[in-house]
C-alpha cells in the first residue's frame, strides 16, 4: 500500500540546510496499524506530512497503491489525498460555526456527494462512532474525546485506503484519550490501514508495529506482537 524507498527532505534557508529525512525507507501493506515514534525535530510529522500529501519530499521514491507520488502536480495530489487518504490530528480542527453533523458532512460535499447520499452516509458513520445522540450540538459543547470521535468520523466518512493520525491523544485526558485509541484499535480490526504519530508508549503499544526516528532516519523498528526489536544497519 505504502512503499517509500530513500526519501529525503531538505529545508533550505539563506544560511542552513536541515535534512528532516535522510534516506527514509519504510513499507506499510494494507490493513497494518504502524506507529512513528521519536523525540521532537526527529522528522516523524515531517515524513507524516509526505505521506498524507501536505508536503513534498526534496528526493527518493514514494509510492501510494503502487502510484508514485513524488512529482505529481498539485492538483493530482488532491484527488488523491481526497480519494484515498483520512486525517486525525492533535488539535481536532473541528469548525466551531458548523454543528457535529456538518463537520462530518463536509468532506461528501468536497466530493461531490448527492445530498441524500451524504444524509445516509453521516447517520451511519455517526452511529458507528457512537456520536448519533450529538449531531445537532456544536464542538464547544462536546467532551474532548466526542471532539476527536467527530474528528474520526470527518476522516473516515469517505472510506479512505489510509488512516494518518497525528497525536491523536495528544489533547485529551487519560481517560478520552484510551477511548480514542481503543476506537482506532477497533477500526484497525475492520480492516483499515492506519499509520500513526505519537510520544506515547502506551498509545504505541496498541499498533503493530513501532518504527523509531531521531536527526531524520530510522534508528529501529519493533513488532509489537513479538516484542522483537528490529536494528536498521
Known amino acids: 500500500m505504502i512503499e517509500i524507498k530513500n526519501l529525503t527532505k531538505v529545508f533550505q534557508t539563506e544560511e542552513v540546510e536541515t535534512k528532516a529525512l535522510n534516506e527514509v525507507s519504510i513499507t506499510i501493506n494494507q490493513g497494518e496499524f504502524v506507529t512513528i515514534m521519536g523525540p521532537s525535530g526527529s522528522g516523524k510529522s515531517t515524513l507524516l506530512n509526505i505521506v498524507g500529501l501536505l508536503d513534498s519530499a526534496t528526493g527518493g521514491s514514494y509510492q501510494l497503491l503502487n502510484q508514485e507520488m513524488i512529482g505529481i502536480k498539485e492538483q493530482e495530489k488532491s484527488k488523491v489525498r481526497k480519494q484515498n487518504i483520512g486525517f486525525v490530528f492533535q488539535n481536532f480542527n473541528l469548525i466551531d460555526e458548523l454543528s457535529v453533523y456538518d463537520n462530518i458532512e ?7 456527494i448527492a445530498a441524500s447520499e451524504r444524509k445516509i452516509k453521516v447517520k451511519a458513520m455517526a452511529e458507528r462512532l457512537g456520536i448519533s445522540h450529538r449531531l445537532k450540538h456544536y464542538p464547544q459543547q462536546l467532551s474532548g474525546g466526542q471532539q476527536q470521535r467527530v474528528a474520526v468520523a470527518r476522516a473516515l466518512i469517505n472510506d479512505p485506503k489510509i488512516i494518518l493520525a497525528d497525536e491523536p491523544t495528544g489533547n485529551l485526558d487519560s481517560k478520552n484519550g484510551n477511548e ?9 480490526a475492520q480492516g483499515a490501514t492506519i499509520l500513526m504519530v505519537t510520544h506515547s508508549n502506551y498509545d504505541a503499544s496498541f499498533s503493530q508495529k513501532t518504527i523509531f526516528m531521531k536527526d531524520g532516519i530510522i534508528l529501529s523498528e519493533k513488532n509489537n506482537s513479538k516484542n522483537v526489536d528490529v536494528l536498521i544497519s
Open 106 to 112: 463536509l468532506p461528501l460535499i468536497y466530493n461531490n
Open 180 to 188: 480514542v485509541m481503543e476506537l482506532l484499535t477497533d477500526l484497525h
